[in-house]
């Protein structure tokens, strides 16, 4: 892990959601001027059982969604931060978790942030990208539920209002 003094590494897991966007946001903000960040985003490669002219077919458009959702963070990266900062982004056929966990140890990254949205009980019983990369990482992990995300949002909304 770095010092304090020295250039942060922050992976962040990105999939388009609010929670996600905060994510970046926080990673952007922690990193500072001489910090990177690795913005990741997963997805899921098709089963292979779908047949050859299919699943290339099936592949070519999960690639072109992923890629779509880096393009889309691509022209959002003032309104978030990134410009403050130097960031690559990774798109990884992996589960999510794996994907962010694996960027982190590579990069050997000082902290992973992650957004969540918090889909209540049924899905805290089977799991969550953000409790499973708490499990999988090998350095801190900061995850921003999307409820604080929203909250914020309608406390500027009221805000905004009174003024």
């Given amino acids: 892990m770095t010092l304090d003094h ?67 963070l691509e022209g959002e990266a003032d309104e978030l931060g990134l410009d403050a900062t130097t960031w690559e982004s990774e798109v990884i056929a992996d589960r999510p978790a794996h994907a962010i966990a694996g960027v982190a140890a590579t990069r050997d990254a000082d902290e992973i942030i992650v957004g969540t949205r918090g889909f209540g009980r049924a899905r805290a019983l089977l799991g969550s990208v953000a409790h499973e990369t708490i499990h999988l990482a090998g350095c801190p992990v900061t995850v921003i539920p999307e409820r604080v995300v929203q909250h914020a949002a309608d406390e500027a909304e009221k805000a905004l209002a009174a003024s």
């Fill in 6 to 72: 020295q250039a942060r590494r922050i992976v962040v897991g990105y999939d388009g959601s609010p929670a996600s966007r905060a994510a970046v946001a926080s990673a952007a903000e922690r990193a500072g001027d001489d910090g990177r960040v690795y913005v990741v985003h997963a997805y899921a490669q098709p089963h292979d059982w779908v047949g050859t002219p299919d699943y290339q077919r099936i592949l070519d458009s999960v690639l072109d969604r992923a890629q779509a959702t880096i393009t889309s």
